[in-house]
């Protein structure tokens, strides 16, 4: 059981593992031990879930979320297989916990009479810069 909230739990058959081999070093051990953990999470199937939590997750812009609405999550950082399953629930449960918060609205502000002032005195600025190249260029050429 994976709890990310006392009232919000993620039973353990909703987790699909898959144990492979890593890639990377690890002398002869990492062509015959299958030490990475793939873990797989549905996040649109399932039950455990909150409607605002799964919208959020299925919102969010992770290559690790497949079309069809799966968590992939592939941890080959330690030798062993054990080491690994936890670093995987670990980082399903940070995922998990950055879309608990929903996100702060965005409250829209009108720009004050000097900022604008401001932004429209550097645009003359500029204007008046570009406008005085073009013309001495044009002496230069006559």
Do not use: H
């Not at 990475?36 to 199937?45: M, N, P, S």
């Not at 592939?74 to 996100?103: C, I, S, Y």
């Not at 550097?122 to 570009?130: D, F």
């Amino acid at each position: 059981m994976l709890r990310l909230t006392p009232s919000i739990a993620i039973p353990e058959d909703e987790l699909s593992e898959r144990f492979i081999r890593a890639s990377g070093p690890g002398g002869q051990n990492v062509n015959k031990v299958a030490t990475a953990v793939e873990l797989r999470f549905d996040i649109g199937g399932s039950p455990s879930l909150p409607d605002g939590l799964r919208q959020r997750l299925l919102a969010r812009r992770d290559r690790r979320i497949t079309e069809d609405g799966v968590l992939v999550i592939l941890a080959q950082r330690f030798r062993t297989q054990e080491r690994n399953r936890e670093d995987a629930r670990e980082r399903l449960l940070g995922v998990l916990m950055a879309a608990l918060k929903p996100p702060k609205a965005r409250i829209a502000t009108k720009p004050t009479r000097g900022s604008q002032e401001r932004r429209m005195a550097s645009k003359r600025e500029r204007a008046t810069i570009k406008r005085n190249r073009a013309a001495r260029k044009w002496d230069r050429d006559g």
